[in-house]
């Protein structure tokens, strides 16, 4: 079976989640620079995460084996666990002094984006919540 992905949708996710992200960052300004900062890098995080699994998932524009695509998607998720281990990792060794509730929480709110987000951006001929 061949299957061909647009990536309108995921290019507006990845849009949406980079400036939650900003916002998350600006609302933990708010509360301290402390809380600002790490907000902002924990939300980037899950962003740049995101981005990197994208990128290697859809960044072939042409039809392709399902076999194929279950492969990129466990090799593209590897990629992301570990980038995401590697830029939590540097965060923690750079942000001083740095509020972790703040990371967490906008690394958590980064991360549900495309499952909320999923529920908004349909560009399908029908709406398959109805």
Known sequence: MMLKTRTTQIKQILLVQ???????GAAGWIVSPDAG?????????????????AWKVFAKQQETE???ILSTYYRAEV???????????????VIKPLNMIALIS??????MIPWLASFFINDDDKNWRE
């Open 18 to 24: 980079f400036v939650a992200s900003l916002l998350a």
């Open 37 to 53: 900062v790490s907000a902002l890098a924990g939300g980037l995080i899950a962003s740049l995460a995101n981005g990197y699994f």
């Open 66 to 68: 399902s076999a194929q």
């Open 79 to 93: 990629g992301k666990i570990i980038l995401t281990v590697m830029l939590f990792v540097f965060a923690i060794s």
């Open 106 to 111: 906008a690394y958590l709110l980064i991360t």
